[in-house]
């Protein structure tokens, strides 16, 4: 099992002569990476840009075009494993631009949940907090402390305070995250839901790109 603290190492790797490139999140290494053992995947090579790219969304489409255009020679395709994650239409014209695909989706909530069911949902559950395995594993890294919440807990009703539930995402069925994830609602002072979700349409987008074409 790969720990978070290798996300970065395991985005630069493996350095193979794969005919597809994964240029994606590292929140979403793990998943990756389990998909490509599950399936035989072994002609996808993963490059992982850093998950904290997610604090600044702006920076996004400039990081995965760096990614591409450095990596790009020697592979037939490349695929971007991101949805389009705060960029406003931004990451989608970039690989229009450039001539590959990605995730559809707004975020990964949503094809984690399934795009259609998400989208369904959505106006019913716009009081809901999501958390995904990653988010679980790295909930004071990417939520308390930049929120300030560690320092100041007293702020959590003011970023909080319009939120009645947190949804836990969980693509594992893990009894540990789970006691964590129920932790993270308790600190935020919100209900917990858990679903399982699996990998949702993550799976699908990986098997399209996996294809092999001719």
Known sequence: ????????????????????????????????????????????????????????????????????????DGYDRVFVVYADCGTGGALAALCERLGVGMVEGPHCYAFFEGNAAFAARAEEEFTAFYLTDFLVRQFDAFVWEPLGLDRHPELRDTYFGNYDRLVYQAQTDDPALTAKAQDCARRLGLTFERRLTGYGDLAAALAGAAAREG
């Open 1 to 72: 099992m790969i720990d978070d603290a290798d996300l970065t190492r395991e985005g630069l790797a493996p350095q193979g002569r794969g005919r597809v490139l994964l240029v994606a999140c590292g929140a979403l290494a793990h998943e990756i990476l389990a998909l490509k053992a599950a399936n035989g995947w072994d002609h996808l090579d993963l490059q992982c840009l850093p998950a904290i790219l997610h604090n600044h969304p702006e920076r996004i489409p400039e990081s995965v075009a760096r990614a591409v255009e450095s990596r790009r």
